[in-house]
Antibody
Framework: EVQLVESGGGLVQPGRSLKLSCAAS????????MAWVRQAPKKGLEWVAT????????YYPDSVKGRFTISRDNAKSSLYLQMNSLKSEDTATYYC?????????WGQGVMVTVSS | EIVLTQSPTTMTASPGEKVTITCRAS?????MHWYQQKPGASPKPWIY???KLASGVPDRFSGSGSGTSYSLTINNMEAEDAATYYC??????????FGSGTKLEIK
């Protein structure tokens, strides 16, 4: 059974940093692109980052480019999202998702609140 | 960047009613994916590559479309279908866009 379990969320002050983790199991992690998708409270879904199977290629929307970094450790079947210079508009539930032409599996999500 | 516009934003349907949700792309796209999300839960893949049902999706659901116009249809609305539905598109090399969502409620 495919499982994606996020961790690392919490309350953080504006301008500070936070690192999210996603532990994957039930599939060969190194064979799949992975991504982070977020959802602000009562809002829609927003793609945040994608990483290739080896980690050599990463992609971001303009809203987080230069502030967020996606990475992976295939030996640990783990995905990460380093978030720097956090803003109030980054407040959201962050989902880890597996990519196979679409987001075919999602984690349960982890809440990040950016507030002073 | 391709923008996806969903309509309606919210709608209410009676049990047994036929429901159609539309997703329009700002430029022609090859296919559309759809997700279902219920309150407090993660999104679920629902329809992929425009018309293929994800595992476990009832066959009262269908998807269609081409070019800039795509739709998700429910024949015989049921209470369990009440949810928010999102369309999603992929752009080369690895850029993803979601529609703003359609909240479907049961009467």
């Amino acid at each position: 059974e495919v499982q994606l379990v996020e961790s690392g969320g919490g309350l953080v002050q504006p301008g500070r940093s936070l690192k999210l983790s996603c532990a994957a199991s039930g599939f060969t992690f190194s064979n799949y692109y992975m991504a982070w998708v977020r959802q602000a409270p009562k809002k829609g879904l927003e793609w945040v980052a994608t990483i290739s199977t080896s980690g050599s290629r990463t992609y971001y929307p303009d809203s987080v480019k230069g502030r967020f970094t996606i990475s992976r450790d295939n030996a640990k079947s783990s995905l990460y999202l380093q978030m720097n210079s956090l803003k109030s508009e980054d407040t959201a539930t962050y989902y880890c998702a597996r990519l196979w032409e679409r987001f075919d599996y999602w984690g349960q999500g982890v809440m990040v609140t950016v507030s002073s | 960047e391709i923008v996806l516009t969903q309509s309606p934003t919210t709608m209410t349907a009676s049990p047994g009613e036929k429901v159609t949700i539309t997703c329009r792309a700002s430029s022609s796209v090859s296919y559309m994916h759809w997700y279902q999300q219920k309150p407090g839960a993660s999104p679920k893949p629902w329809i992929y590559e425009t018309s293929k049902l994800a595992s476990g999706v009832p066959d009262r659901f269908s998807g269609s479309g081409s070019g800039t116009s795509y739709s998700l249809t429910i024949n015989n609305m049921e209470a369990e279908d009440a949810a928010t539905y999102y369309c999603q598109q992929w752009n080369y090399p690895s850029i993803f866009t979601f529609g703003s969502g359609t909240k479907l409620e049961i009467k």
